[in-house]
Nanobody
Framework: VQLQASGGGLVQPGGSLRLSCAVS????????IGWFRRAPGKYREGLSC????????YYTDSAKGRFTVSRDNAKNTVYLQLNSLKPDDTAIYYC????????????????????WGQGTLVTVSS
């Protein structure tokens, strides 16, 4: 199983980026994909998750209103659209996968996911 996150870069405050997570090793519709980030000096934080069997999406407070998760099952790829970016959004962004059931309505946590990608750096700065 491999997950490859990409799409990070340098963006000005207020700008947007779209991150991609390419998944290989199992069909996307047999999994849930989560997005996390780790800012300098902070713990890894859950942002969003999509359950690919039915397309249900979940967001933590840090992501609601500005970030949107989506998928393309044909490409085995999940996306995270980042809008209205702020300097506090500067972090390494990771995608992760699980083939186990979790109740994401109560939270999106590192312990829910078995497979992880290497991350992509997002820097928000003028």
């Amino acid at each position: 199983v491999q997950l490859q996150a990409s799409g990070g870069g340098l963006v000005q405050p207020g700008g947007s980026l779209r991150l991609s997570c390419a998944v290989s090793g199992f069909p996307l519709d047999d999994s849930a994909i989560g997005w996390f980030r780790r800012a300098p000096g902070k713990y890894r934080e859950g942002l969003s998750c999509i359950r690919n069997s039915d397309g249900s999406t979940y967001y933590t407070d840090s992501a609601k209103g500005r970030f949107t998760v989506s998928r393309d099952n044909a490409k085995n790829t999940v996306y995270l659209q980042l809008n209205s970016l702020k300097p506090d959004d500067t972090a390494i962004y990771y995608c992760a996968a699980t083939r186990r059931y979790s109740d994401f309505t109560i939270g999106i946590w590192v312990s829910q996911f078995e497979f992880w990608g290497q991350g992509t750096l997002v820097t928000v700065s003028s």
